[in-house]
């Protein structure tokens, strides 16, 4: 069974640019998850999709930060306009259904840095 | 969700037991108990979790106090392998919020 897929995995920009990261989940997992990890620090919930609607999206910077999750499969995260602290790994997780206990999977990551 | 408190981190040698611990005073009846852990540059990965009874699986056990505020991850032999951050985290099995709410976790260095 194929994993989460995330790209790029590595992503250089200055600061005030835009990005946009891809995450292709495990196929029939309803929930998609997207989450920040700066250096040091566990990861952060940014926002969550059952199907392709959202639940939960209460830490997304939305003044900046927006995500899509097309036809329940692939999501895009975006940041426009870039910040030095924004500066992080960005994780894609997903799980199959939305239950408190569902295993979630994680993809590898993109590394963002911002100069 | 309730918090959890960790060791910031561990030290083992190769092919010792290793026990980790976490301590989770405020836990609801509906909390289960996981365990994730994030090897160098990947993504979180599922270990295990319970809810009151101890548990095994191919990774690991884990072991839950009787009254549930306090439980250890047990890696049976260390390898190199297992070297990453554990994450201990509750989560409630009665709600649909399934978000992982991660601390800073543990790190376990495994030495020759």
């Known amino acids: 069974e194929a994993g989460v897929a995330q790209s790029p995995r590595y992503k250089i920009i200055e600061k005030r640019q835009s990005v946009a990261f891809w995450c292709n989940p495990i196929?029939?997992?309803?929930?998609l998850y997207w989450y920040q990890q700066i250096l040091g620090q566990g990861p952060k919930l940014l926002i969550q999709?059952?199907?392709?609607?959202?639940?939960?999206d209460s830490q997304l910077p939305k003044d900046r930060f927006s995500a899509e999750r097309l036809k329940g499969v692939d999501s895009t995260l975006k940041i426009q306009p870039a910040k030095l602290e924004d500066s992080a790994v960005y994780l894609c997780?997903?799980?199959?259904?939305?239950?408190?206990?569902?295993?979630?999977?994680f993809g590898p990551g993109t590394r963002l840095t911002v100069l | 969700d309730a918090k959890t408190t960790q060791p910031n981190s561990m030290e083992s040698n190769e092919e010792e037991p290793v026990h980790l611990p976490c301590n989770h005073s405020?836990?609801?009846?509906?909390?289960?108990i996981h365990w994730y852990r994030q090897l160098p540059s990947q993504g979180p990965e599922y270990v295990i979790h319970?809810?009151?009874s101890n548990v095994n699986n191919r990774m690991a056990s884990l072991a839950i106090a009787e009254d549930r505020k306090s439980s250890t991850l047990i890696l049976h032999r260390a390898t190199l392998r297992d070297a990453a951050v554990y994450y201990c985290?509750?989560?409630?099995?009665?709600?649909?919020?399934?978000?992982?709410?991660f601390g800073t976790g543990t790190r376990l260095q495994v030495t020759l």
């Open positions: 196929s029939g997992h309803a929930t």
């Open positions: 405020t836990i609801s009846g509906t909390d289960y």
């Open positions: 985290i509750l989560r409630d099995r009665a709600g649909t919020a399934s978000k992982l709410t």
């Open positions: 999709f059952q199907n392709n609607g959202v639940v939960d």
């Open positions: 997780a997903s799980s199959f259904r939305w239950v408190g206990t569902d295993t979630q999977y």
């Open positions: 319970g809810l009151t």
